[in-house]
């Protein structure tokens, strides 16, 4: 199923009940109530409930109010909204592609605790650093390999529910891993993003995850570049020009707080009887540090220490937590970045294109943004923020 594709808008349009200028009231009521349903449950609600809830909203003295305890309600409750909307919000995060093929995806732990997580009304912060996990119920969790989550999802994919089939545990005691700190110790994140390259990977996609910013969005020349690793040449094609205004923006930053992930590793198995799983070494795994004489005089990973270089600069807009300026590991990476201004904000724009399939860069759009960020911020809430989003686009047909 491809994301937000322009010829999902028109079907969903095309499907709605049509009116026009003329129309009366509740014409455009039954519009509203079907759109704010259906791009929540991912399913058209029935004949029957769209002139309930259109008579309804008629009738409502607060319309938004009635959109959101009514309508969004109901369409959160049925598990469409988890095994369509949501699970499509989750695995972007499961793939360096940043996009789903045609096919129906795959469930994995990852995205079954994004799942989780919204459907138990959870603190979303927590989904960067906290000791919690959702296995398919009845299964034992398997570090080592994918197939309870598989199974499950061939039972969705025939008729099965999957928010029901979900068991909220801890990490501790079923991971075998001596760190438990939200998707960065769950397999389906480490098989993506930590089997190759130099551990810069899990900073890049996180950042675009949960900050809405990629590389070049975050390059600032103007930072001390005494962290950028010796893989890091310093005349790209002989030109120093070229490192100090490019390769310095993105490195310079990145780098110090890349060092998060330095102990972490997910080895492929050697045959296919063989097992892969995460690792945590006590010291930065070999590929940190590897291509070492590129610039032998570049700096060297010897620790998971973390440092923000960003609370100062361009980037010190994105609103960091001053008090969380360095630390130890994933985890308390993890919770730097949920205490940002750009977690909230990040979080309120990939739900609003989810729902209300825009990328939000119009003007109505970003502070329609705005807004769900602050309310957001609030309480921390995903499944309320789905159902704000929807109902903010669906109040705003015939309008």
Known sequence: MKHFASGLLVTLLLSLPAFSAGTDDLSKAKAQVAFVYKRLAGVPASAADIDTWGAGLVAAADKATYLTDVVAKAATDVDSFYSVTVLN?????GSEDRALGDGPGVLTDLTATIIGMIRDDKDYRGILSEDVLYVPTGATYAPGNNTAYETL?????NGAPLASALTATT???ATGLTVQAGIFTLRGFGSVYYDAGTNRAPFRFTMMNYICR???DLSDVSRADIYVRRDVDRAPGGDATKY???CVGCHAGMDPLASAFS??????PANNNAQAAITIAAAPVPKT???NDVFPGGAVV???AWLNLWLEGTNAALGWDATKKSGNGVKSFGEMLASSKMFPECMAKRVYKTVCLKEGTSTADKAAIAKLAADFSATYNMKDLFKDAAVDCGSKIGG
Request: hydrophobic share 30%.
């Open 244 to 246: 100090r205004t490019e």
């Open 89 to 93: 919000f989750a695995q972007i995060e």
């Open 171 to 173: 990490q501790t005691g």
């Open 302 to 304: 010897t620790s998971d």
């Open 153 to 157: 999802f061939t039972n969705v994919k």
């Open 214 to 216: 990629d590389l070049e």
């Open 263 to 268: 102990y972490f590793d997910f080895v492929p």
């Open 289 to 291: 540090n590897q291509n």
